[in-house]
Nanobody, 117 residues
Framework: QVQLVESGGGLVQAGRSLRLPCAAS????????MGWYRQAPGKQRELVAW?????????AEFVKGRFTISRNNAKNTVSVSLQMNSLKPEDTAVYYC?????????WGQGTQVTVSS
């Protein structure tokens, strides 16, 4: 099993930046990919960005050029970060860290990001 803890959310003005770190614990060496999803009020949860253990990345079209996902594999820890630049009010959502391990998805508790205009 894997436990995920996100941080870094908050209130920010449009055009500014935020960084969302997510730390994984547990069976971290079996994690094959990690990513970030988001869910805005009244909308379905959607994929934002994804990074595999080999470093391959995927970005949703609506964040390309603005968001960057990175992964850090230390000796006993695995973490993933989402650097969000040029934030827009429509980026307002709860952001969830996600990990894929042995065909199963694990989720963090979510962190609120609010972008004011």
């Amino acid at each position: 099993q894997v436990q995920l803890v996100e941080s870094g959310g908050g209130l920010v003005q449009a055009g500014r930046s935020l960084r969302l770190p997510c730390a994984a614990s547990g069976s971290i060496f079996s994690i094959s990919a990690m990513g970030w999803y988001r869910q805005a009020p009244g909308k379905q949860r959607e994929l934002v960005a994804w990074i595999t253990s080999g470093g391959n990345t995927y970005y949703a079209e609506f964040v390309k050029g603005r968001f960057t996902i990175s992964r850090n594999n230390a000796k006993n820890t695995v973490s993933v970060s989402l650097q969000m630049n040029s934030l827009k009010p429509e980026d307002t959502a709860v952001y969830y860290c996600n990990a894929l391990l042995s065909g199963r998805f694990y989720w963090g508790q979510g962190t609120q990001v609010t972008v004011s205009s």
